[in-house]
């Protein structure tokens, strides 16, 4: 069973304008949720985390909401560029360990 | 510095052969991960390793096997190939909690026909 979910495999994004990924969870046991951003041939690149006591945590143009009670994650970046085109993963943090579950991923285009 | 270091990039087996793949982690890290990405599938986690103990492990069966040296390198192994093992397989480390993301190298592309 995938515990964590990204239902839109795809996202089209007009340059300038907000571009919001999302992720469900079904697992409480998790501490820590992280984002991802994949180029072809290279490794995933770390973005930026929030712990599960926070519902907000913003780094420049990036900023995650969690909303525990919904069990869902969103990542928003303000404002979109053609260099964000790339995939876009969420990933889970296990409970007091290192091991993350990763979604399936979302593939964002910025488009001019 | 340089980044996390996996060999080979490409490699084509043949099913019931067996590989080992290797990682170079960032200098001075000693968490060392493993997983497996396959179109569909995502990333999936094969296991972790800490000053050469694995710590822990993820749902394969143990045709997968993994080891960390003195050094922090690490290798993976997988035994009797088969067709479904085809995928890019990502070592990831790091030297503080996960929170703060692993780094990721760009990945060695299984191709088993």
Known sequence: ????????????????????LNCDYTNSMFDYFLWYKKYPAEGPTFLIS?????????????TV????????????IVPSQPGDSAVYFCAAAVYNTDKLIFGTGTRLQVFP | KAGVTQTPRYLIKT?????????SPISGHRSVSWYQQTPGQGLQ?????FS????????????FSGRQFSNSRSEMNVSTLELGDSALYL????SQTV????????????TVV
């Open chain 2, 15 to 23: 099913r019931g052969q067996q590989v080992t793949l290797s990682c």
């Open chain 2, 45 to 49: 986690f094969l296991f972790e390793y």
């Open chain 2, 99 to 110: 929170n703060y993301g692993y780094t990721f190298g760009s990945g060695t592309r299984l």
């Open chain 1, 65 to 76: 909401f969690l909303n525990k009670s919904a069990k869902h994650l969103s990542l928003h």
């Open chain 1, 1 to 20: 069973d995938q515990q964590v979910k990204q239902n839109s495999p795809s996202l089209s994004v007009q340059e300038g304008r907000i571009s919001i």
């Open chain 1, 50 to 62: 929030i712990s599960s006591i926070k519902d907000k945590n913003e780094d420049g143009r990036f």
């Open chain 2, 91 to 94: 070592c990831a480390s790091s």
């Open chain 2, 52 to 63: 050469e103990t694995q710590r822990n492990k993820g749902n394969f069966p143990g045709r």
